[in-house]
């Protein structure tokens, strides 16, 4: 999907008008029992497609790209399961290794499913609302027992808008807690309609300064920004989550230009300080795509406490890790 170089989202309510009465979403996860997208115990579901190309992503799954299943040799026995199940044959074996065709690839999943030694893994699947609530429903006793609720995330959720407003709606008929993890890329309307339906917003802000924020994920930042004053502005609950990247966000300058942006915010949310770490260099090897900042290490315990300390001087509230 490729990044605009307008400060305007790709996606507007007229994307919605369009969509289907019961849209379908594309998604690379959905994962039970998260602790770190919001309070309490959570499903999160993960979609595929974003906008932004950071440097330093950790789902590299999102995607579009990439091919529906993730092949492990290290896993494979070479049994052939995969290849007699597949309805459409696209799944094949060529030269010792399984491969998927993309261009008769339905995304069922069949040979993932059936792989007795799980060395085919679902990068990509179609949900429907219905079944998205069921699955919702089987976690219904955590998220009562805790307060947890259901986090949309990704990639970027407002990249499949149809269905997110759909699952907001349908989640919120349920009386399931809802938040949304965003970048903030995305038409203001849209924002307003899911704000509208959503208790929590996990809101990431990368960049301050419009220059360097477009080299590090690929757009302008001027409609993220925008559309954190507005989200600040309506009766909802918000988190702003700062990815800490060395050598990206890390100076001084940034931190505090950071810090001051929030502070001048219509009402000051907390601030979720998330250390850089190299957990997906391992995605990366597997999907056989280049590891992004080869050379950047995580930051040690001691500069990540100074720069919560520089952003906590600006009368933040704020807190290391999600």
């Keep these: 999907m490729p990044a605009p170089q307008i400060p305007d989202s790709p996606y507007s309510l007229g994307t919605i008008r369009r969509a289907e009465s ?37 789902n590299p799954e999102h995607r579009l790209d990439l091919p529906a299943i993730l092949w492990d040799a290290g896993r494979c026995i070479g049994c052939g399961t995969c290849v007699a199940s597949c309805p459409t044959g696209a799944c094949r074996r060529k030269e010792g290794e399984i491969g998927i065709d993309p261009s008769c690839c339905r995304r069922c999943g069949r040979c993932a499913e059936v792989c007795p030694t799980e060395a085919l893994e679902r990068l990509s ?4 609302i219905e079944e998205l609530l069921a699955i919702l429903e089987r976690d219904r006793p955590f998220f009562e027992e805790g307060g947890g609720g259901v986090t949309f995330s990704g990639g970027e959720p407002f990249a499949q808008p149809a269905f997110l407003l759909a699952a907001l709606d349908a989640c919120g008929a349920r009386g399931f807690h809802r938040a949304v993890d965003t ?20 809101f990431d802000l990368k960049l301050i300064d419009p220059a360097r924020h477009r080299r590090a994920v690929g757009v ?51 601030v979720d300080l998330l250390p850089y770490h190299r957990a997906a260099d391992g995605k990366y090897r597997s999907l056989k795509l280049p590891v992004p900042l080869p050379n950047t290490e995580a930051p040690c315990p001691e500069a990540v406490e100074e720069a919560a300390r520089r952003l906590s001087a600006y009368g933040l509230e704020v807190r290391i890790g999600g």
């Excluded at 699947?125 to 429907?128: A, G, L, Q, V, Y």
């Design 125 to 128: 699947r179609r949900i429907e």
């Design 183 to 202: 970048s903030g890329y995305t038409e203001p309307a849209l924002l307003a309609a899911a704000a509208g339906m959503t208790e929590l917003f996990l």
């Design 220 to 270: 302008d930042n001027r409609l993220i920004l925008r559309n954190l004053v507005s989200l600040a502005e309506k009766q909802v609950d918000l988190i702003v989550r700062i990815p800490l990247i060395p050598g990206v966000n890390d100076g001084a300058d940034d931190l505090a230009a950071a810090g001051a942006f929030i502070a001048r915010l219509p009402r000051r949310p907390p």
């Design 22 to 58: 019961s849209p379908t979403g594309l998604v690379f996860n959905i994962m039970r029992c998260a602790i770190h997208d919001g309070p309490g115990i959570r499903t999160t579901v993960f979609f595929k497609g974003c906008p932004l190309t950071c440097l330093w992503c950790h």
